[in-house]
């Protein structure tokens, strides 16, 4: 059974940090697509970042790069998302996936096989 837990969530306010945990378990993490999506109140949710390989290969939104960072530890089964100079519209439930064999285009669409049940993060002005 897989499970994605994340952590890590909480209240920053805008230009701080926050760095986001999503624990997995039950697959094969190094041959999994894991990936970073965000539902912002009243607003359809959105691709993040993604990294495969293990952070080998990461892509990332026009709105965070620069500013994010995906990576991954293997032994734990973790992926990270360092949020840094964070902003009032970074405001979201942000959500870790997990996907096999996803083309971008269908990861960025949401279309991953297993989702956590998210973190929430608020960004005061």
Request: glycine fraction near 14%; charged fraction near 15%; proline fraction near 2%.
């Amino acid at each position: 059974q897989v499970q994605l837990v994340e952590s890590g969530g909480g209240l920053v306010q805008a230009g701080g940090s926050l760095r986001l945990s999503c624990a997995a378990s039950g697959l094969s993490f190094s041959t999994y697509t894991m990936g970073w999506f965000r539902q912002a109140p009243g607003k359809e949710r959105e691709f993040v970042a993604t990294m495969w390989g293990v952070g080998m290969y990461t892509y990332y939104a026009e709105s965070v790069k620069g500013r994010f960072t995906i990576s991954g530890d293997n032994a734990e089964k973790t992926v990270y998302l360092q949020m840094n100079s964070l902003k009032p519209e970074d405001t979201a439930v942000y959500y870790c996936a997990a996907g096999l064999g996803k083309s971008l285009a269908t990861l960025k669409r949401g279309g991953m096989d297993y989702w956590g049940k998210g973190t929430l993060v608020t960004v005061s002005s």
